[in-house]
T-cell receptor, first 116, second 112 residues
Framework: NAGVTQTPKFQVLKTGQSMTLQCAQD?????MYWYRQDPGMGLRLIYY???????DKGEVPNGYNVSRLNKREFSLRLESAAPSQTSVYFC???????????????FGDGTRLSIL | GEDVEQSLFLSVREGDSSVINCTYT??????LYWYKQEPGAGLQLLTY?????DMKQDQRLTVLLNKKDKHLSLRIADTQTGDSAIYFC????????????FGTGTRLKVLA
């Protein structure tokens, strides 16, 4: 019962390097999300994908790109990493569910990314 | 505004009740959630409440919603050391798939 799986769990990059964070879910959910978590700021939405083949910007998209490769996978790419992108990154998925629209998000365990 | 606010820290003794508070600003919120985050892990859903309810109880957890004051609380009865974690409230605004706003999180420390 894997749920949402993120890889890697930890990564250290140098400024200017590129990196792709991977996320996969096995719950057949339509919607997937990428958040970053910073101290004292809660979770902020970077990008989301309402369904396979669609992606949209969230609150803090600058410096990131995403790919919804198929229904299971949603990756986040940093093309040229900056120290301000040091954070914990969480992927989540959700099934839009019935008309009550009450389905919660399910989260992965996070990727801890440090940029020097 | 977008803010969902929580106090940063709460410390209680084992066996006491914990009350974690959250205030939000948008009256269009449809669902409000409480998540628990343990060290090194993701967010785990604890409970949620629909905006037309004022109370929901689930074992040791009681959620109270005051829609007039836009205030949400989570009460944990008989708090245990395993309840030590960060607790996030989150609101879902309107219909659709993406508009979740998270609070800053409250770090609960349970003293033995």
């Amino acid at each position: 019962n894997a749920g949402v799986t993120q890889t890697p769990k930890f990564q250290v990059l140098k400024t200017g390097q590129s990196m792709t964070l991977q996320c996969a879910q096995d719950m057949n959910h339509n919607s997937m999300y990428w958040y970053r978590q910073d101290p004292g700021m809660g979770l902020r939405l970077i990008y989301y994908s309402a369904s396979e083949g669609t992606t949209d910007k969230g609150e803090v998209p600058n410096g990131y790109n995403v790919s919804r490769l198929n229904k299971r996978e949603f990756s986040l790419r940093l093309e040229s990493a900056a120290p301000s992108q040091t954070s914990v990154y969480f992927c989540a998925s959700r099934d839009p569910g019935d008309s009550l629209d009450n389905q919660p998000q399910h989260f992965g365990d996070g990727t801890r990314l440090s940029i020097l | 505004g977008e803010d969902v606010e929580q106090s940063l820290f709460l410390s209680v003794r084992e066996g006491d009740s914990s009350v974690i508070n959250c205030t939000y600003t948008d009256s269009s919120s449809t669902y409000l959630y409480w998540y628990k985050q343990e060290p090194g892990a993701g967010l785990q859903l604890l409970t949620y409440i629909f905006s037309n309810m004022d109370m929901k109880q689930d074992q040791r957890l009681t959620v109270l919603l005051n829609k007039k004051d836009k205030h949400l609380s989570l009460r944990i009865a008989d708090t245990q050391t395993g309840d030590s974690a960060i607790y996030f409230c989150a609101e879902k605004r309107g219909s659709g798939t993406y508009k979740y706003i998270f609070g800053t999180g409250t770090r609960l420390k349970v003293l033995a």
